[in-house]
């Protein structure tokens, strides 16, 4: 077993090494004048380029965390999700008519 003083390679969430290496990089990035430049460079050339965008940020922040249907997976199209019942009721209402099984 390993001693827990020896430094593990993977730090998983939470990483404080690797938070404080990307804040000081996007802090030296945004100090450096180059911001506005960047941001030329990343803006759609088309009408179709700022669809595809407006697609791809719509999608992601459909599934963001804290959105109202995060998590929520819709299924493949054109397949019903199931009717919820309140637990402990029978689907067919309080006293159901048996069915006939055949051969009796």
Not at 20 to 25: A, G, T, V
Not at 66 to 72: I, K, L, R, V, Y
Not at 74 to 89: E, H, I, S, V
Request: hydrophobic fraction near 25%; proline fraction near 9%.
């Amino acid at each position: 077993m390993k001693s827990s003083t020896s430094k593990s390679k993977v730090q998983g969430e939470g990483d404080y090494a690797s938070a404080k290496k990307y804040n000081e990089h996007a802090r030296a990035f945004a100090q450096s004048g180059k911001v506005e430049q960047a941001a030329r460079e990343a803006a759609p050339r088309n009408a179709q380029e700022k669809d595809d965008m407006r697609q791809a940020e719509a999608a992601g922040r459909a599934r963001a965390k804290g959105s109202a249907n995060a998590g929520q997976d819709k299924g493949p199209a054109g397949r019903p999700k199931p009717d919820k019942q309140a637990p402990g009721q029978h689907p067919q209402g309080r006293d159901p008519i048996p069915e006939k099984l055949p051969g009796r």
